[in-house]
């Protein structure tokens, strides 16, 4: 089912125009690939370089006069705290864009995310090119219990959750994909969870969900879980995900609050199938692990986690899943990047195209795009 977020209606239907000001702000690829990516401006700085006199507005290329897609941030809060807007750069290249007073295009949603009560207590979210579910309260303790986040392989830019959970027909390919991923006892696609005395050890699944942005470009949610005791320490979880029109990989913040200790072991991990010799790339210099599963039949999952530079971690693996290890102090989140690719999608083919992909993510983290605001 397609959906569309028409941002002049949230934001009010007044097509009132401001007085312009000339103003623009310039946007740099440092780097030496093409991008498609998201970026941030405050919203208050936004509305004071542009003198906005209401919060609907045109953004414009100011070369082609193309207009640029955006999403007004909110991060739970009821006014905007960010503009997100969708640029696209070529290598050591520039996009200057300025506003006018229109009223906005309708924007496509790519992202989307829901709590799933009529399956167990799944929480799914999905962008225009994959999707990702996480388990709760309801599966604990069931037939069907798995721990980590799973991947569901969808080959069609058209958002599916709504879709497969209605028919419950999600295991077999009717043409855009399905679930096929295998989660059980891991972490999944880049999970995380306590590591004590050199033991995976699973807490309970997530209990609370708070949907903090829904689209159309970035969708953002938190995942909390009940205080519990873990192998003597008292801890409570939350995770923060994010994802983006267009990435294959989720941005999570894994925040852990530990009432025993300062700091708490954890480990980061990707589910391990079964096979002599698995295509791997295991690069710590850059915090990459990424791995391209063995075929089933005609199907191919590659899997990765990304973390970040300064956090010191060591590798490990065990018979049923590859493993960082890190440590994640109280009042001070991990934040990383995990996620997956289908081949069927058409995408990323091989693990070759996957590698790639994952060291130009990486690549684009260490040399952002620059944001220069005109005087």
Do not use: C
Not at 48 to 64: A, G, M, R, Y
Not at 310 to 323: A, E, H
């Amino acid at each position: 089912m397609k959906r569309t977020f028409i941002l002049s209606l949230t934001l009010g239907l007044s097509s009132i125009a401001f007085a312009q000001n000339n103003k623009t702000i310039t946007v740099k690829n440092p780097s030496a690939l093409a991008r498609t990516e998201l970026i941030s401006i405050p919203y208050a700085t936004f509305e004071k370089h542009f003198e906005l006199k209401k919060n609907v507005f045109t953004i414009v290329d100011s070369k082609d006069k193309a207009e640029l897609a955006y999403q007004l941030e909110k991060l739970g809060q009821p006014t905007p705290q960010n503009v997100l807007i969708q640029v696209s750069i070529a290598p050591k290249s520039a996009l200057t864009f300025g506003v006018t007073g229109n009223n906005p295009k309708t924007v496509t949603t790519k992202t989307f995310a829901r709590y799933v009560p009529e399956r167990k207590d799944d929480f799914a979210w999905e962008n225009d090119i994959a999707a990702f579910r996480a388990y709760g309260k309801a599966l604990e303790g069931s037939s069907e219990d798995a721990q980590g986040f799973d991947f569901w392989s969808k080959r069609t830019n058209d958002l599916i959750i709504d879709e497969w959970y209605k028919t419950g027909d999600y295991h077999a390919d009717h043409g855009k994909g399905l679930d096929y991923y295998s989660v059980g006892q891991t972490l999944g696609v880049g999970d995380a969870t306590p590591f004590i005395d050199q033991q995976v050890v699973y807490h309970k699944h997530y209990r609370q969900y708070e949907v903090l942005d829904n689209g159309p470009l970035r969708t953002t949610f938190k995942l909390i879980y009940e205080p519990e005791n873990v192998k003597d320490q008292n801890i409570q979880v939350e995770k923060t995900v994010s994802l983006d029109a267009g990435s294959q990989l989720n941005k999570i913040r894994y925040a852990i609050k530990n009432t025993t200790s300062s700091s708490t072991p954890v480990v980061v991990g990707l589910a391990k199938r079964k096979e002599d010799k698995p295509q791997l790339l295991n690069d710590t210099k850059n915090g990459i692990l990424a791995y391209w599963e063995p075929a089933e039949g005609d199907k191919i999952t590659g899997t990765a986690v990304i973390l970040p530079n300064k956090v010191k971690y060591i590798f490990k693996d065990s018979p049923k899943q590859f493993l960082l290890a890190t440590t994640v102090k109280n009042n001070s989140p991990l934040t990383y990047f995990a996620g997956a690719a289908f081949n069927k999608a058409g995408k990323i083919t091989s693990f070759d195209q996957w590698q790639s992909y994952i060291k130009e993510f990486r690549n684009n983290l260490n040399q952002p795009l620059t944001i220069k605001y005109s005087k």
